[in-house]
């Protein structure tokens, strides 16, 4: 059984930064791409970031370019996203998702979301 | 960006309903369309893929289809387990969701 669980929100002030962590399980890791989404209430939901399986391409959305950093550790089964400078509009759910199709950017599988919440 | 427009945003039905929800797209996107389900606390599941494909595991109630700008998630029968909101998302471009359809008890 897929599982991907995420760790490491909480409350940090405008400017400040915050590491989430995605622990996965359940299908090898190092085979599939991977991706961060998060979710508002007033935004929905928003693709944030794509790594492919060995690290080597990466992409974000335009709103995080410069701020967020995302990697993986193979070795552990694990998926990051370094967030620096985080504003009020990064305040959200933050999901971990597989995306196990070469070529079509859907999301087969995903956490259960960590929250960061950016407020002074 | 593609900008997806579902519709309605909420919806009541009583179980053994048949149930549509509509998603449009801003401009065609050739079935690259996926439907997702979420119940609170948790993170979407994926049920359809390429528009109209039912992900390995979901039940056949569960239909899409469309075309070009316009695609639609059915559900053939409600069940108590299906009342959750729902999103479709494209992947013609870099992917972006629907604002959601929240399937309420009537």
Do not use: H
């Not at chain 1, 599982?3 to 405008?14: A, D, F, I, K, M």
């Not at chain 2, 528009?51 to 409600?78: K, M, N, Q």
Request: proline share 4%.
């Amino acid at each position: 059984e897929v599982q991907l669980v995420e760790s490491g929100g909480g409350l940090v002030q405008p400017g400040g930064s915050l590491r989430l962590s995605c622990a996965a399980s359940g299908f090898t890791f190092s085979f599939y791409e991977m991706n961060w989404v998060r979710q508002t209430p007033g935004k929905g939901l928003e693709w944030v970031s794509y790594i492919d399986s060995r690290g080597a391409t990466i992409y974000y959305t335009d709103s995080v370019k410069g701020r967020f950093t995302i990697s993986r550790d193979n070795a552990k089964n694990s998926l990051y996203l370094q967030m620096n400078s985080l504003r009020a509009e990064d305040t959200a759910v933050y999901y971990c998702a597989t995306k196990f199709r070469n070529g079509d950017f859907y999301f087969d599988y995903w956490g259960q979301g960590t929250l960061v919440t950016v407020s002074s | 960006d593609i900008q997806m427009t579902q519709s309605p945003s909420s919806l009541s039905a009583s179980v053994g309903d048949r149930v549509t929800i509509t998603c449009r797209a801003s401009q065609g996107i050739s079935n690259s369309l996926a439907w997702y389900q979420q119940k609170p606390g948790k993170g979407p599941k994926l049920l359809l893929y390429a528009a109209s494909r039912l992900e390995s595991g979901v039940p056949s109630r569960f239909g899409g289809s469309g075309s070009g700008t316009d695609y639609t998630l059915t559900i053939s029968s409600l069940q108590p387990e299906d009342f959750a909101t729902y999103y479709c998302q494209q992947y013609q471009t870099t992917p972006s969701f629907g604002q959601g359809t929240k399937v309420e008890i009537k």
